[in-house]
């Protein structure tokens, strides 16, 4: 069985970090990686750049609307999410409104990517 | 989760949002400040004691609330609030609280927070001092190094500074649209003009963590007024500019280059954020001059060797820019993207009638002599290095410039007869 673990944390604290920091947490991060790599357990990871860098495409109409900032709403759950590899913002949202025509309703939030870790579960000697 | 250096970092990203709340109850800055000083005192003790809250925010503004109430109370003799514990022990006496301090409420106190620290009568330098002081927190110590003046000299400067902005009439009212708009054009001004400050200081000063905290305030702020595309402009020029903090100077301290950087050294964490921002911002086909400048550092982002630049695309926005905002600088930036586009020639013919208005701009003689030398005008960009060194802001602008004259000495003297 697969799990996924979702981050939250406050941004505003996150973001304030210095570097050395922000260094800290990564090492103490990486022990724990390194061993669900080294056991084949760990999937791909990532960490996303702050709400501020977000876009929202609300698909509760037709066609979609284009909203500056993250996903807001608490009466929708988050259901999944896809990783895409694009050239700018609007290559990301041809995507999504790809997304939203074959399914409707609810939101996708688009958040530019600042460290992507792939699937490091082959990598198990 | 609540070791110090968690709370720590948890007061100075609440503070913001929490003094402006606070100061818009009491609309007295100093009733506000020590408000909050009482509160993080108390968060101090009782954080480690019963955890974090769950709205650091929301707790701070409470707390610090009740306990300026209270010593107004005590001072007039009446009967003191109950202790603050068992306010914040009941957990669920924030909630409310957290709801009726929604975004809008939010989003004004701390445009009117920011703003106040704008005021016309100040000078740049005090705006930017007094809204580290204010609004990120940073104490008298911290802005005195960073600024290179002494302690007492600063605290000077802030307490002035305070008492200025003091006397002014601040509106406490929501503000209308248009007056909104105009706030937060001050606004992102002095954030802009705190980022340059640190900018412009060689590696490795303390003045570059301005630069950090300029980025943090301009992230506030957009998260407060998300679909301002000249403040997605100037949070992404900023961070466009930053990541490259640690290419822009060699270990002697030597100006690189932005052609000469080592690109792998750019911080690309930056990068996508600021692209994705500017790329948001365009969208909304509003430009402005935060935007073009931001399109410009993100061609340069882009490119990931120097010969990939798109300069013809350089030259398209800074003409957008001239337009907007015509400077002779503008024009100076612009001849450099023309060099590349059309020859140093037609370059050169650009900035030449700039001379009258840039006779006192270290950059416009380091340009000059950089296009006289390329077309092999030694003894021309001699004398324009020469003045250029005259108009160094800077040990290392001074530096990088005698590095072309040393090379233009050595090869006169290797020269022939």
Known sequence: MQYAILCYHDEDVVWSWTKEQDQAVMGRLAIVQDRLTKAGRLGPSLRLLPTTAA?????????????????????????????????????????ARELAAANPGGAYELRPVAVYFPDRRGTAG | ???????????????????????????????????????CLRALQAWPRN?????????????????????????????????????????????????????????????????????????????IALALRIVSGLSVTQIARAFLVGEAAMEQRITRAKARVARGNLGFETPGAVER????????????????????????????????????????????????????GLTALMLLQHSRAAARFDAAGEIVLLEDQDRACWDHKLIAEGLALIDKAMRHRQPGPYQIQAAIAALHARAARPADTDWAGID?????????????????????????????EAALAMIEPLAPRLSGYFHFFGVRGAFLLQLGRKEAARVAFDQAIALANTPAEAAHIRRHLDRLMRDAAAAPG
């Open chain 1, 55 to 95: 876009t929202t495409l609300r698909k509760t109409q037709d066609p979609p609307l284009v909203i500056d900032g993250p996903f807001a709403e608490t009466k929708e759950q988050l259901l999944g999410f896809y990783v895409v590899d694009v050239a700018n913002l609007e290559e990301a949202l041809d995507i």
């Open chain 2, 1 to 39: 989760m609540t070791d110090p250096a968690w709370i720590d970092a948890a007061l100075t990203a609440a503070r913001p949002q929490a003094l402006a709340a606070l100061l818009r109850y009491f609309r007295d800055l100093d009733t506000a400040e020590e408000a909050f000083q009482e509160a």
């Open chain 2, 51 to 127: 955890g974090p809250p769950r709205d650091p925010r929301a707790w701070l503004i409470l707390v610090g609330r009740n306990a300026a109430l209270d010593g107004v109370r005590r001072r007039a003799r009446q009967d003191p609030l109950p202790p603050e514990e068992t306010l914040s022990d009941t957990g669920d006496a924030e909630a409310p609280l957290a709801e009726m301090l929604d975004q809008t409420h939010y989003r004004d106190d701390v445009l009117r927070l920011l703003f106040m620290c704008c005021h016309p009568d100040l000078p740049a330098t005090q705006q």
């Open chain 2, 181 to 232: 708009s105009e706030r937060l054009a001050a606004v992102a001004a002095m954030i802009y003009l705190l980022f340059n400050e640190g900018y412009s200081a060689g590696d490795g000063s303390a003045r570059t963590e301005l630069c950090g905290e300029a980025i943090r305030l301009a992230r506030l702020l957009l998260r407060l007024f998300q679909a301002e595309p000249e403040v997605m």
């Open chain 2, 316 to 344: 398209l926005l800074y003409a957008a820019l001239e337009q907007l905002q015509p400077s002779p600088v503008v024009t100076l930036n612009r001849a450099v993207a023309v060099a590349k586009v059309r020859g140093t």
